[in-house]
């Protein structure tokens, strides 16, 4: 199977790509990682990622969509890959297509882990850092014994710039702005599927499992 997970910031889009490329034997296939990757072994569409990289700028699309031609063309990838953090937006979803065509494959399902929005800013502006250690806490899911003191060393807890409410907002955005043209695209393929992420871990993979085996049952049938 070749599947696509996506989801707003604090959703728990990492933490369920974890699970499905162990549960499903995927190769996962993350941005970051490809990037480093990428740049690490000098290939063409790295070297040209790394220009941008360089200099703060964004990395345009067509070099973003080579790098990921590049990966996906590794045999590693035939058997099946999940791709997460790629595509973001519609016309890279379009250019996606069109990769996969040629090395012949094609998207399978896209997955999308849905958290409301007042539940996702409680999530993502609760978030603590100690400014010694860097330990992680959340004021209402795993607070300090001590307000806004660090169990393991003491240090002060602070919250990031990128934690609070307006630049969560921002971020929550930014992110509908650009993928709900995409939610649309998958949608009128077929392949999409919406997970409720509001609910406790293993109950959201309880569903995206189940949708996944009734996907790879039609993927062997077909």
């Given at each position: 199977m070749?599947?696509?997970?996506?989801?707003?910031?604090?959703?728990g889009?990492g933490?369920?790509a974890?699970?499905?490329?162990n549960e499903f034997?995927?190769?996962?296939?993350?941005?970051?990682?490809m990037?480093r990757?990428?740049?690490?072994n000098?290939?063409?569409?790295?070297l040209k990622?790394k220009?941008y990289?360089?200099?703060?700028?964004l990395v345009?699309?067509?070099?973003?969509?080579g790098?990921?031609?590049?990966?996906?063309?590794?045999?590693d990838?035939?058997?099946?890959?999940?791709?997460?953090?790629?595509?973001?937006?519609?016309e890279?979803?379009e250019?996606?297509d069109?990769?996969m065509?040629?090395?012949?494959?094609?998207?399978?399902?896209v997955i999308?882990?849905?958290?409301?929005?007042d539940?996702?800013?409680n999530r993502?502006?609760?978030?603590?850092?100690c400014r010694?250690?860097g330990?992680?806490y959340?004021?209402?899911?795993n607070?300090p014994k001590?307000?806004?003191i660090?169990?393991?060393?003491?240090?002060e807890?602070y919250?990031?710039s990128?934690d609070?409410?307006?630049t969560?907002?921002e971020?929550?955005n930014?992110?509908k702005?650009?993928t709900?043209?995409?939610?649309?695209?998958?949608?009128?393929?077929?392949v999409?599927?919406?997970?409720?992420?509001?609910?406790?871990?293993?109950?959201v993979?309880?569903?995206?499992?189940s949708?996944?085996r009734d996907v790879?049952e039609?993927?062997?049938?077909?």
């Open positions: 070749h599947v696509i997970i996506m989801g707003p910031p604090g959703a889009k933490t369920q974890e699970k499905i490329v034997s995927l190769v996962h296939v993350s941005t970051g990682d990037f990757a990428a740049i690490k000098e290939t063409e569409m790295g990622a220009e990289i360089d200099k703060g700028e345009p699309d067509e070099i973003v969509v790098v990921v031609k590049e990966r996906l063309s590794r045999p990838c035939q058997e099946g890959v999940l791709l997460d953090g790629f595509p973001r937006t519609l890279q979803a250019a996606l069109d990769v065509s040629e090395l012949n494959m094609k998207t399978d399902a999308s882990i849905d958290v409301d929005e539940e996702l800013l993502l502006t609760g978030r603590r850092v010694n250690c330990t992680t959340h004021i209402n899911f607070p001590v307000r806004n660090c169990d393991h060393c003491g240090g807890l919250q990031r990128d609070t409410v307006e969560v907002k971020r929550l930014v992110y702005k650009q709900l043209p995409m939610i649309d695209y998958y949608k009128r393929g077929g999409f599927a919406s997970i409720d992420g509001s609910r406790d871990i293993d109950e993979f309880a569903d995206v499992a949708y996944l790879q039609n993927t062997k049938d077909k």
